[in-house]
């Protein structure tokens, strides 16, 4: 029979209907000639009820059932007598069942299908299409549906082309490690899974498609943490002749619309915030603020110039910087004890140390107090603090001032409540240097990637290795709640500057070719100027459903092992079938599959 | 400066306006004092005049102009003085170029950017981005677009869920080779590539999402012909609860919001014929029968069980048939050279030669007439043939009949012109056999795949093995054109009925647990009856476009040994990249690119 309605969207307004229903039984309670059950479906519950008033039958197939049984019920829609549920949209009304057939069984599950799960994540993910039947895991991807449908519809409204790149392509030295897939018609040669579409969708500017875009999977072979994935979804686009502030309005026109479908937020583009890099990290000691509260960083570099405290005074003339970020009423909030273990958490970032001041009735109060006993006034002045906020500190270099205060920004917010979880803060990131320091490595690396055009007027520091580590770029990041949410640059899509870009990258014109000699070759040919971006579409789901795992907005995510718990793959391979790939591995499958060819 | 229109859509209305343009040179003509230029984009083409009358340094800046040089160009639009061109939409109007700047020089390209390109498949392979410039090809890939955009606003629309599966899954033994990806977190395991995404649909199905869709890359690795590649992507939908006719309902409507958006075709969905698949094979010898012309197969069996001509008599007592098509007026037009040469032809179905008849004023003429001198009339009664027309026959097994008449059918409809090439000839296959045999390898496999639900009454055939062979299965596949673009079935959602199948196809218990546990498990906890179908998007996308090679609608295709020739993937790979997989390989590349490791 067919569905005439979900379950959880039937309300009074349907009162006397007869509705046909299919779903899961989420609970049952049996009380002899009167058996209730409800009955879940993606839409939400609603109340059964069978009795043997209206049906023997149906009462009969009722105390057959259990939890997550599947069944199919037809009955009238009629308002409860009890047990009025104001939680639920369905929460008046119950189902009185004339007939009821159970389309399949189920046995006891290994968890409660619930929001509150108890179970570990390994558990979750060894049986995600049970998890995925609960109801915020449904939210979840129907929040990550809804943003490729407005994502598909803003932009094919645009003008924008959906173009597909392949997945088997060339292996690139574009950053992370590749995913490699072992030809089997050329043995010994490699595909590799992309890490992004970008090289492909350079080319389809140069080929004059003027507007692509495609929500591309991308692979990356890296160590994995909490929030990253073997593979990804990017939210890719790529336009020709557009430049930075243009192609900036028209990727918020097309959050705006992603945030109206998903969330029914009216973004208002022109208050989106653009700050430029080093603003940012002046004011917020990170590339990706969160804006959604204030905490600034203030600069008393040259306050602390002449302090009398030596370790302020020290960091000044080492070329250093002293910052502080005042921490709104909370200083009766933090022990002596609490602010010692932030010291001992910020060591993670190179601060030795924290020093920190109470502002109190009484004055400034802390053990660095004394040594602001002449100048309190002009550094409550300076740093806008009042009586019951707390002062921290970071006097160090500029990369260390940063990440402490970065981090204490975000933790004391936290911990205060100062955030405004309803809020939604985007803003551009801009004018970012080209390349950037690595001090691990010690080398020079495309702080985007190698495709970044620098300024105009920068690209003439191209010419030496040194000038071309101070060029900026026409880059710019999205940026919302503190995440990083997209990336996107005008491209080079000349040769002679995307040559003098590798050269300083490291790559001798022999390595350039060999990398990138397709690419090189193309721009020869007239490539249009051409910019784009790209979107995380699994962190910006993740933010929009309001949870801080990756793995809630994707299906059937990895583990941190990279392995899928369900399928358990990745698993060894028969010899055979890796002889056909003239590969040997350490070790192979004792599969006892029969092979089945059929098409 | 910003673009104010594509060039190809200026004509008329724009009289007097000042335009901004951008895009490619396609020709130039240089008669001193004044330059034309054909201005193109991907809209189409505009004729820019420089003149000394209009602006001297524009005219400078045309002096310098080649092929494929990217201008951007500030001009009047005005009434072309001569040479007005009705084949463009700006055929009748020109651009007054006032201001122009080269863009991006270019090399003379190693072919012409024209639709009649006269360049190799490898050349064009290539230079990819050079061959996606000519208007033909931008044409396909848009036709491609405009099918997605369709799908995800219906399908969007109609409550599916775009979710995302896995690329880097579980090798299962569904059909094809599977393409492996090594794991380094896990040496000696590999991922597979998925070669559809129909377990982890029939999963969804499972977690309640109630309707599923994803616009999904597969891949299988096999011999590669001329309308296979590596990787093909599937527009692939899932449903819960819902029978065969309410899908192939549902997936009419999808189908025609495809049609009305790519080709403007208002598709009558009530008049898509619905064959059995029987009825197919034996009025087509196909099942996926061409239906834009007639020609069918007729049945001459019983007619011919007393045939003196001894070959057709002989095919009857064997257990074979006799079936005829009739060429319509096509009489005159074959010699008997001509019919030897189809004689040659279907001898790879296993025919042996090819009676033939003529009908002309005379009565039947050709080397079999004289065994119909006593029932030409019936033959012609029979046949429903008419003076002028061609009868040509098959006499053999019936797989061998199908297999001949079904080729000859298509190609002297082609011969004859007898295809109405304006035609979008859809239909339905339904009631599929479960299993076919196959006579190379002589074992039975699943005719769709190892999840296709028998039908109900048939159920109970899967008992034993010989009797699963006879059932049917509730599956339904959707032809258009004499191609099949998308095969679907309702599936199973039972574990008993699974593992009965899984039998017939030859797993042992433990065969079945190892390659399909984690889905029977699944089955256990509850799973609803579900169906589905994946439409071939690339089969569709060429059948849209008119094209009869399935390369000409993806961007980046792999040619016929998988090898991309732009890229040259897939390559040999360091020595030191395999090792970190712990894998060996015959050959290694000799890598000179530096290590880039970047965010």
Chains 1, 2 share one sequence.
Do not use: C
């Amino acid at each position: 029979m067919q569905r005439t309605n979900y379950a959880g969207l039937i309300d009074e307004e349907y009162l006397g209907q007869t509705v046909t229903l299919q779903g899961w039984v989420q609970k049952r309670r049996d009380l002899g000639a009167l058996i209730f059950v409800d009955l879940r479906d993606r839409e939400g519950l609603v109340q059964l009820t069978f009795s043997d008033d209206v049906s023997e039958s149906a009462l009969k197939v009722a105390d057959q059932l259990r939890t997550e049984f599947v069944i199919e019920v037809q009955g009238k829609v009629a308002l409860r007598e009890a047990g009025v549920n104001p939680n639920l949209r369905s929460g008046k009304i119950e189902v009185q069942v004339q007939s009821a057939k159970i389309l399949a069984t189920a046995k006891t599950t290994p968890f409660n299908i619930d929001d509150n799960v108890d179970a570990s994540d390994e558990l979750r993910l060894k049986y995600r299409y049970l998890d995925l039947r609960r109801p915020v895991m449904q939210k979840n991807l129907r929040i990550r549906s809804k943003i490729t449908a407005a994502t598909h519809e803003f932009l094919d409204d645009n003008g924008f082309i959906d173009i597909e790149t392949p997945y088997l392509a060339k292996s690139t030295p574009e950053g992370a490690r590749d995913y490699l897939v072992p030809s089997r018609v050329n043995p010994g040669s490699f595909y590799a899974l992309p890490q992004s579409p970008q090289l492909f969708k350079q080319l389809l500017m140069g080929a004059g498609f003027d507007r692509y875009y495609q929500v591309a999977r991308a692979f990356r072979d890296e160590d994995l943490r909490g929030d990253r994935q073997p593979e990804f979804t990017q939210l890719d686009v790529e336009t020709s002749f557009m430049n930075q502030s243009e192609i900036i309005a028209l990727v918020n026109e097309w959050v705006a619309s992603i945030m109206k479908k998903t969330v029914s937020y009216e973004l208002k583009t022109d208050e989106i915030p653009t700050l430029t890099w080093q603003a940012s990290m002046d004011r917020f000691g990170t590339d990706k603020p969160d804006l959604r509260f204030d905490m600034e960083l203030i600069d008393l570099t040259s306050f602390m110039q002449n302090s009398t405290f030596s370790v302020f005074a020290k960091a000044v003339a080492n070329q250093g910087q002293v910052k502080a970020i005042v921490v709104p009423g909370a200083a009766d909030s933090y022990s002596r004890k609490d602010l010692d273990k932030k010291a001992q958490f910020v060591e993670r970032f190179g601060a030795k140390g924290l020093p920190w001041l109470k502002v109190t009735d009484e004055g400034l109060k802390g053990p660095i107090a004394k040594f602001f006993n002449e100048n309190e006034a002009e550094l409550l002045a300076a740093t806008n603090a009042n009586v019951g906020d707390l002062l921290v500190f970071a006097a160090d270099q500029a990369s260390v001032v940063a990440g402490s205060l970065d981090a204490l920004r975000r933790m004391f917010a936290k911990e205060q409540n100062l955030i405004d979880e309803q809020k939604w803060a985007f803003a551009w990131i801009i004018d970012w240097p080209l390349f950037e320091y690595q001090p691990e490595e010690d080398r020079w690396i495309s702080a985007h990637h190698p495709f970044t055009m620098p300024n105009e007027e920068d690209i003439e520091l191209l010419d030496t290795v040194e000038g071309a580590h101070q060029a900026h770029a026409q880059s710019y990041d999205l940026v919302l709640n503190g995440y990083e949410l997209g990336s996107g640059s005008i491209r080079i899509h000349r040769m002679d500057i995307q040559e003098k870009m590798l050269q300083a990258l490291g790559f001798t014109p022999e390595a350039a070719q060999e990398a990138f000699g397709f690419l090189l070759e193309g721009m020869e040919y007239g490539f249009p100027p051409m910019g784009g971006i790209a979107l995380g579409l699994d962190r910006l789901a993740m933010i929009l459903a309001g949870t801080e795992n990756i793995r809630e907005v994707i299906a059937f995510p990895k583990n941190s092992k990279g392995s899928e718990p369900m399928t358990e793959a990745p698993l060894p391979v028969s010899k055979q079938q890796l002889a056909e790939l003239e590969l040997t591995a350490p070790v192979y499958a004792d599969t006892k599959t029969p092979n089945l060819s059929e098409e």
